[in-house]
């Protein structure tokens, strides 16, 4: 067992790139976007936690109290997971699904919560793909004392529908998007599934509801630093174990477990003057903005009124196709990963969801944990990396991943890999393009060509 402690402060990486962010920018107002009514009240806390100049951020007492519930979290050598791979460096695993909303998204949302209800917002209203964000919510507004209304993407709660009734058992209100409540809905059509959809639905609803407030678990750079316990963990685990690591893996939804566990490193090799491990995005192959997308100015939900956000992306209308790891099913990644991805400070790979689901199998199998969907991205990324077959990177010390959350309610995706049923669909490169053609450049870049092929 660790004796490694909870962290009591988190760590912003702001402070420590070369660059500040690019500003966001207001959206086109189209009478479309205008009569939504949206009024986005952040607390003064999560404003100021976005901004750079301060490293260490104090974890509020009651945080730290609900965090003690399930943190800190096993990180340990995958041994067994290595020799079934065929690794030729150690494995180390950094497991965040042992908490009631089964992945990393607690984090953030008793965070986030906290913070709202000290505001005195008396209501949370969210989009959730896979629908662990959603859980996730709703757990933490239950022991911050809010209301919580959720939009979960339709064909993910069809598939899972136990989340739904996790999500109302901890008090929320549930409803599949697209829904007959808003009009960015209405306006989408019935058949649109997408979290950009969902996320734009409970931006409408939070916006003319009295007391209510959207929030969202990924992307923004405040949820990121609420993550950092992951990495400051996992960096005081590593020492206990006297190991080294060269390559930190996470997948990438919008980028919040992968920022959570790779920026500590980051910034803990800049202040020391160390060197800093390669750290490696893993994607789904159906959403590849950091490794197929473009560097440029692009929505972050479908109503188009909320701010527009400098960041690597496929477009936010590129239809989707459906698959298992519906927390990844996202058009970009947030803007502190993707102003890194541009300087070169993090680095991607995709991966299909057979070789993911793949992944996790193997680990259920050598390390009793089933892990998410999403997670078995980062695990079949690390076992690329551990045992030489990713072309440009071959650690010579160790690969740590982050096992994000657990895959009890997505067994319906083990299934369809059991028998034979799941296809890789990454996207053709026309309709990519179609996507990302309308799209504002950052910085003057042109869009064309400013993709990565990794
Ligand atoms: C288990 C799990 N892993 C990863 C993700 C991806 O999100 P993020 O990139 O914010 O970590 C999700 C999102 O729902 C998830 O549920």
Redesign the pocket.
Known sequence: MSSVAMPTSWRSVLPHLDEPLPPDRSPEATAASSDAGVSVNLPFALVRQSAPGREFWDIPAEVLDAYRTFRPTQLWRARRFEEAVGARVPIYVKYEGGNISG???LNTALAQAYYYAKAGVKELVTGT??G??GTALAAACSIFGLRCRVFMVGTSLQKKPYRGTLMRTLGATVHASPSDLTEVAARAGGGFNSLALAIGEAVEYAGRTEGAAFCI??GETYSILHQSVIGLEAIEQLAELEAEVDSVVG????????GGLALPFFAEAAATGAECPRLVAAESSTTPKLTRGVYAYDKTDATGVSPMEAMYTIGSSYPIPDSHS???RFHGAAKVLSAMRHQNQITARAVGQVEALEAGQVFTRTEMVLP?P??GHALAVAARLASGRDDEDRPTRGVVACV??HGYLDLSAYQQLMDGELSNEPPVEQSLLAAMDQLQPVQGLAIAGSGHAV
């Open positions: 992945s990393h998204k793909g896979a662990q964000w678990g990924s997948c990438v939804g919008a980028g919040s477990n992968f519906a927390g990844l998410a999403e997670s994000s959350g």
